[in-house]
């Protein structure tokens, strides 16, 4: 019988870990509970799950973290707050008030910040505030999309539910961002050590040929190869202007800021990532998994449809798909279909039109968006790969041009002194 590690709380809030032998993860929650234990975290061993409540348990266990106090400004992590969601998802499904919940939370958070946030909200809902009333308190923790789907689940009584669903929203979210991140990591690095390898090669590699060059062919630098020629005269131009370069470079940096602070200098570029040649495909399939998974996830959850909207729109993350979504709102305001809007932005393919079109019509819509978005994080995820596959012998094969084409400018004169040596002896 399979053995399971587990993190759970007792009746006074404390927290216990150990093991047991159970047929599945289910029997072992069960087990759990039949002891008057909250089970937070359970996975078999051998799974990679299993060493992080181990960690975890440390962590937990090792003394009280200092209270931090926090202010509407305060800021955590995105997989800080997905933990939290889950664990209060998972204690509030066992049977544990809201309430008890917080404090329980509050007392093992590691986070000093997060720690600290929680036992103010435990403090709020004890005197008589609701919890998405105390949610509000820290936007910058918990944006809109968080707080009206925690109002909706109050209002419908099934808050376990949607804290569930949440969960399940920012675990796969964050599964997407890893995806992406990964893909773009590689060829900035790749970039970087190419750039840094050619500055190297240029200030201080090249210059000192050029004083071997001086000494050892007569003529100097007109008899030299065209290439070898074209080498040194970019490595001096280098060297002559590297502070204005390095100005440029800043003031590029900078004016990018500027460009993408303004409505139409961020709008431009939105535009101008989804039609990038390699990465656009990928940026418009994220944008398109983000929308529909956060519209679907609202609605599912009792979100009216209108505020839905309003909600995707400023959680879209492009501009090019917020004003898509902003005429799909004034279009069901006006009680017309979602097609029209969609089909006109321009963004969306067919195939997501013909799907919300057929959930439009069968009262299904909130189920179809979330199929929508599951095809298309599979989509990016194949993306993904492939994009990365592509880029790696890519950035290798450039990085090797780059650098084989000055070695070779470099090495062309000493090839010809060689041989008029050879050519000197054998006379």
Known sequence: MPKFHYIALDQNGQETTGDLDAASESEAVNQLRQSGLYPTSVAAEGQGQAAAIKKRAKTTTKGKAKVVKVGANAKVASKTLMIFTRQLATLIDSGLPLLRGLTVLGRQEPHPVMKGTINTLAENVQTGSTFSESLQQYPRIFNKLYVNMVKAGELGGVLELVLNRLAEYQEKAQKLKNKIVAAMVYPMIVMCIAAAIVVFLMLVIVPRFEEIFDDMIPGGKEKLPGLTKAVI???????????????????????WRVLAATAGGRRAIDRAKLKLPLFGDVQRKTAISRFTRTLGTLVTSGVPILQALNITRETAGNTIVSDAINKVHDAVKEGESMVAPLESSGVFPPMVISMVDVGEETGQLPEMLLKIADVYEDEVDNSVSALTSMLEPLMIVMLALVVGVIVMALFLPLIEVIKNLSGGGGQ
């Open 233 to 255: 005269n970019f490595s001096q131009y280098m060297f002559d202007y590297k502070w204005y370069l390095l100005a440029a470079i800043a003031l590029i940096v900078f004016g």
